[in-house]
């Protein structure tokens, strides 16, 4: 059997780096949409001042996270996601799709959401996305680690809604 060509293995070299890349910010991307989604206080009326309106159940803020890619996602979702997870397996798609060099968004467009970051909520003090920020750099640091000794790639052919980051 022949050998391969040098221009043959650099050619498979730059093709498994391209698709290594995108998993990483397939990676990356996910465990901040886990880390938003889970952090994201969900509404308990016993700490209220006055009461709940009738029906009222928790879980708007969680589920109007808004995962895409080029530009952000306008308006506002009316869905209620107590435990996240409808959410997170409702980005999978989107996240699956992720490539190196797009641009992506997650934003959660609901009028109390600025007052949630600003520690409005006893739930999340310190706000979601300030605390995800802080601990960007080790996300991408377990991504690219995950991605170099196929940790990553194996949990991510299991499926997204397994995925645990």
Known sequence: ?????FSMQIAEFIAKTKANQD??????TLKIDNKLVQRSPVGDAKYWKS?????????RFRAN?????????AGVRDLIDKDGSAT????????????????????????????IEEGWSRQAPVGVVA????????????AVNGVR??????????GYSTYKL
């Open 1 to 5: 059997m022949a050998s391969m060509s």
């Open 23 to 28: 998993l990483v910010v397939r990676a990356i």
């Open 51 to 59: 009461k709940p309106p009738p029906g009222y159940t928790g879980g």
């Open 65 to 73: 996270w808004q995962l895409s890619i080029g530009s952000p996602t």
């Open 88 to 115: 997170i397996a409702a980005h999978g798609s989107v996240i699956s799709t992720a490539k190196a060099g797009d641009v992506i968004y997650l934003v959660n467009n609901l009028p109390y959401a600025k007052r």
């Open 131 to 142: 605390l995800t920020v802080v601990e960007f750099r080790t996300i991408v640091d377990n």
């Open 149 to 158: 000794d196929g940790t990553t790639a194996s949990e991510f052919a299991q």
